[in-house]
């Protein structure tokens, strides 16, 4: 027969949920691939700026909170970034939209949730995408 303990959580089961509660995701990807409209996308409305140009329109990292109908009880912290790969007409450069990037990660209370590394369809094998998906990988997760 199971015991009760199985069917209730403890104290130290409710502490752990009420961290759950407030999920922190970042969005990060080259410039131009559709990151905030991605957000836009996720909250059911505009929320941050989104552009159909190939130039990034994120020049500084944004952070997005709320909630989804579908998930009521559980608080969305979404970061939108500045675009990686940026073309020297763009307003970020690389550099210092992967700087950014990792300030911005390793500042975010209680970690990170979820990473979605953004991409256009047919970009994924990519050289450009290959490196910054590594780099942010090896750099930033420490291969994890």
Do not use: W
Not at 54 to 60: E, N, P
């Amino acid at each position: 027969m199971a015991s009760n303990s199985e069917y209730y959580s403890s104290d130290s089961d409710n502490d752990e949920t009420e961290k759950q509660r407030e999920l922190n995701v970042i969005i990060f990807g080259e410039s131009g691939v559709g990151k905030s409209a991605l957000i836009n996308q996720i909250f059911d409305k505009n929320v941050v700026e989104a552009s159909n140009s190939a130039v990034g329109c994120t020049i500084i990292s944004a952070k997005v909170s709320g909630t989804l109908k579908e998930y009521p009880h559980l608080k969305f912290n979404v970061y939108d970034t500045a675009g990686l790969s940026e073309s020297d007409d763009g307003n970020v450069p690389t550099a210092h939209a992967f700087v950014q990037l990792v300030k911005l990660a390793y500042s975010i209370p209680n970690g990170i949730n979820l990473l979605i590394c953004c991409a256009e369809k047919g970009r994924l094998a990519g050289e450009r995408f290959k490196a910054n998906y590594r780099i942010f990988i090896e750099e930033l997760c420490e291969k994890r």
